[in-house]
């Protein structure tokens, strides 16, 4: 039979274990991998419960094609949010085309993000938007439909490569 002091010590070890097991943090119910666009509160609500909880990459795909130069202004304020926490906003071309050697001359499509910056800076609530992309980047993937037209097809919110 274990003395009483053994016995404490058992009985430490396991509610120790007990509370240790349910601390394991658990993602939101709104946490998912992949957020489909839908102009509302909602899908930023959405987005940003799934950057801070998962950690692998997160992907928003559209209802509709969206055309590179008629990016939602909502999107646009993510995309800007992306940038100013330091990321980078990484373009792919669809497959069998040429890739333009300096990237950042497709930014021309994206005829809103300054104004999506501007508008970052008048509203409040942005912080919680601005915590939730720091250490990722934005994968911008571009397809294009039967008739020619660009669009894009995805953007994934991945963690920043700090190589």
Do not use: H
Request: glycine content about 6%; charged content about 25%; hydrophobic content about 40%.
């Amino acid at each position: 039979m274990l003395d009483i002091s053994k016995k404490l010590a058992l009985l430490g070890v396991l509610m120790i274990s007990v509370v240790m097991s349910g601390c394991q943090s658990t993602p939101p119910k709104d946490a998912k991998p992949n957020v489909t666009f839908i102009d509302t509160q909602k899908f930023d609500s959405d987005l940003t419960a799934s950057l801070e909880s998962i950690k692998k990459p997160v992907e928003v795909t559209f209802f509709n094609p969206v055309s590179p130069n008629e990016i939602p202004p909502r999107m646009e304020k993510w995309l800007s949010l992306v940038e100013k926490s330091g990321g980078k906003i990484n373009i792919s071309t669809p497959a069998n085309e040429p890739t333009p050697k300096n990237p950042a001359l497709i930014f021309g499509l994206f005829s809103g993000l300054w104004n999506a910056i501007k508008m970052y800076r008048t509203e409040t609530a942005g912080k919680s938007m601005e915590d939730a992309v720091k250490g990722r980047d934005a994968n911008i993937t571009l397809a294009r439909n039967p008739q020619g037209n660009l669009f894009i097809q995805k953007i994934v919110f991945d963690e920043r490569n700090l190589k």
